[in-house]
């Protein structure tokens, strides 16, 4: 069959990678992707929430499986459209619709499913402008660090953690004010969670579900957790502290209270949810929703992935999936994201990429690349430019061997953090 993968990053080539070992894969389409997915596949220049031009691809290409990359095209409706449209409704696309899609587009919305489904997270209170006061009093209540979140989507930068406390209240304030625009109209304060962060990826066919491996993701630019958040610079699959009594935990008080949850409120829900969460002393807690696969974590997670990935995509669009034996690989990986130099900051783009053909032993995933148009050469064009995955016995072996080969790739102002999986190696201690 022929597919289309919408969006341009290396979660989007990890997803193409994996749909592209399926015999069921015929011709595969980026909508745009970028110099990785042009090994696998076919790139077409398409914004990925101009959805009369998705349409039009998917008319032309014959497409029969669409799998939605980012969150904006799902919060924007992206599912309902297809559903909505007498040639495409039939066309398999994974990914909610616009009201599934709001357990990421609305924190708001989403601690409230969470307390109407008795579902684990931090207390909070929603804030805007006509309740200003109430949200000051809920901040001096509270002791620090405090947590303030933008309700919509602002680009992984609307949660703060603010350590004093009349800096948050001035930064409520600004929030308000409109310093993540609309997104910030509305903020939810919550109470911090001390604990340790991990991603868990279920896949769901609306009623059945399958638990994809959990990985940890290294959010801060500087090693040993520090400076900046980024947008991940690197993953680690499998997760030591959730073990099977953990994970356990997870679907009772999480994964199944939400399932029911989305049923209660009639969402039909096919695709992935990314659960966001603490371990707190061994118990999880939610810190955020996302309705899609996470980024490095998914090329972190799919390489372990044994199963076909086409015919798991598929029962779950066809509601199959308790038909479906999850197959993983043991074997742990350690992905580590290169980035350029400045990020996340300002940074340079256009710079050559090489070494490329020399890595082994690894998976290159392209985030941030292009193929320039006169040479043919391939050069960064973003902030987060390749993510490079190894699998070995170990995680200890999986760093050396995926060290060794981001050694060997270069480009001017390349960074990474020399330190992705070490606080792993220090749990198995
Ligand atoms: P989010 O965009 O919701 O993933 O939040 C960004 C980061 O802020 C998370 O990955 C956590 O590291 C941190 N964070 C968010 N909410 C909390 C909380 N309630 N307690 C502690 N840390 C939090
Ligand atoms: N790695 C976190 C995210 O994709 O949101």
């Not at 309740?131 to 405090?146: C, F, K």
């Not at 807690?285 to 799919?302: A, K």
């Not at 015919?311 to 994201?337: H, K």
Request: hydrophobic share 40%; charged share 25%; proline share 3%.
């Amino acid at each position: 069959m022929n597919i289309l993968v919408i969006g341009s990053g290396g979660r989007e080539h990890a997803i193409g990678w994996k749909l592209r070992q399926s015999k069921k894969c015929e011709k595969l389409f980026f909508a745009s992707g970028n110099a990785g997915t042009a090994q696998v596949g076919v790139n077409i220049p398409v914004d990925v929430t101009d959805f009369d031009a998705l349409k039009h691809i998917c008319v032309e290409e014959q497409i029969e499986l669409v799998v939605v990359g980012p969150e904006q095209p799902l919060v924007e409706g992206i599912t309902d459209f297809f559903q909505a449209d007498s040639f495409l409704k039939d066309i398999a696309i994974i990914g909610p619709d616009s009201h599934g899609a709001r357990l990421e587009g609305s924190k708001a919305f989403a601690k409230q499913f969470m307390r109407e489904n008795g579902i684990p997270t931090a207390v909070s209170m929603d804030v805007s402008r006509d309740n200003i006061e109430q949200g000051i009093e809920y901040l001096r209540s509270m002791a620090a660090p405090y947590v303030l979140k933008a309700d919509g989507l602002a680009a992984g930068k609307g949660v703060l953690i603010i350590h004093n406390l009349e800096e948050a209240e001035k930064e409520l304030q600004s929030m308000l004010e409109g310093k993540f625009g609309d997104a910030s109209s509305k903020v939810v304060i919550e109470q911090f969670l001390n604990g340790i962060e991990l991603s868990v990826f279920v896949l769901t066919d609306g009623t059945d579900y399958k638990v994809l491996p959990a990985a940890k993701d290294y959010k801060r630019i500087g090693e040993g957790d520090t400076g900046p958040n980024t947008g991940g610079m690197g993953a680690v699959s499998p997760v030591v502290f959730a073990d099977k009594d953990f994970m356990q935990k997870v679907e009772d008080r999480i994964i199944v209270p939400t399932l029911n949850g989305l049923k209660k409120a009639g969402i039909v829900y096919k695709g992935f949810i990314f659960l966001g969460l603490m371990n707190v002393e061994s118990d999880p807690f939610v810190i955020e929703y996302n309705v899609r696969l996470g980024d490095p974590e998914t090329e972190c997670i799919l390489p372990r992935l044994e199963s076909d990935f086409v015919d798991l995509l598929m029962a779950a669009f066809q509601g199959n999936l308790s038909e479906i034996v999850l197959e993983t690989d043991d074997r742990p990986a350690v992905t580590v994201m290169m980035v350029s130099g400045g990020y996340p900051g300002d940074y340079e783009k256009g710079k050559l990429i090489s070494g490329l053909e020399t890595t082994k032993e690894c998976v290159v995933f392209h985030a941030g690349t292009t193929i320039d148009v006169e040479t043919q050469q391939v050069k960064t064009s973003g902030g987060r430019v390749l993510a490079v995955t190894s699998l070995d016995y170990s995680v200890e072996a999986a760093r050396k061997t995926v060290y060794a080969n981001v050694e060997k790739v270069t480009f001017k102002g390349a960074a990474y953090r020399a330190d992705i999986g070490i606080d792993i190696l220090a749990f198995k201690a």
